[in-house]
């Protein structure tokens, strides 16, 4: 560890909890990456393909800094991700867009609701790292464009919002799947919720207002969508 | 066209010509990431995989640039990559890796021909556009990465070596072919080397050395790798 490592660190569960925060959005970000680089290949024109990949490429340029984090915190980076790829993957593999609105509202929607999540997290966290979670999580500035492209097709095609607003929380009903696994394999990163030393921690009743909110935010993403949530 | 537009492009087939020339790398670059981010998917570890991806973003990374230009002058960018789409899909689709070494060899071979190419037509245009394309191509400072990869393989298995090596000049071959593809039908670009009203030109001997200059380097990076070309 560095001399700008904060006191917070010398709690070993402390530190650990904050390694695997941010191997988790590391892997969260490459695995970003890769999925909206595959979406691109649905993209109907190369305007559109461009965006999205100009969103993959926003979610890989995060990686760095939080790699960099990491071994200053003397964690291996990759062993720090290992154990968020099976979740995320799967997340992934049961939420495979089946054509280019599906993953427009996956990487709007999905994105959203993983960066509300580790918002949330942030707020427990040393500022150092806090900061450093904040703008990794940064809006890649493409949402406009996706917003812009959905309700275009539903205009075009109300049946299409039915189809859409389904998808939505088939998203969100799997990353909750995802997250609560996370939850109970990682005692550390749980554990930064309960609090610690010196450190407040939430109680349930404060854990339910936390997922209300990312709900509501979330409700709120589709209603910008013009979708039902 | 802008104030800063300079007097060059008072020749239309000037203009024409770095249209065409930016479109083309444009497009290149867009497809760059494209097949890399596939060929990420090869990668024997996440280490591998993260460098993979971060050549295909910082290749997305040039885009930008090169559509504010190409609006600058008047152009519609899609439309101007739109002619490049055929020939550079299709270099893509012959030179398809079938395993993760070919995929690093095209990434690092592949791309290192087309920029010499196109820093080769660089110096036969006004200083402005000049700069963009340099910029464009400047190397994603991976290759290190690349280089260390296909020399352990190697010494691993020697006979890897013999494949790379034909790869290498499968790659070389069919990125010639669609070059004269593209020369035959893009007469302003071809017009470009070839001079104009104020532009000193290239005559045939002068192609033929700018392409032994390109084959050389070819064969140099083919020798960083350990392979003979």
Redesign the interface.
Known sequence: MTASTPVAFEDPTYREAVVDLLGAIA?GE?SA??RL??D??LAP???D??AI??M??AE??H??RLRERLEQLGADP?AA??PF?EPIDRFHEYTAPDDWYEGLIKAYVGDGMANDFYREIAAYLDADTRDLVVASLEDSGHSAFVVDRVRTAIAADPRLGGRLALWGRRLMGEALTQAQRVAADRDALSALLAGGVDRPGLDLAAIGRMFTRITERHTERMAELGLDS
Chains 1, 2 share one sequence.
């Open positions: 892997y490459i990456f890769e680089a595959e691109a290949k024109s190369l305007e393909k461009l990949a100009s993959a490429s890989l340029g990686v760095a990759f991700m290992a790829r």
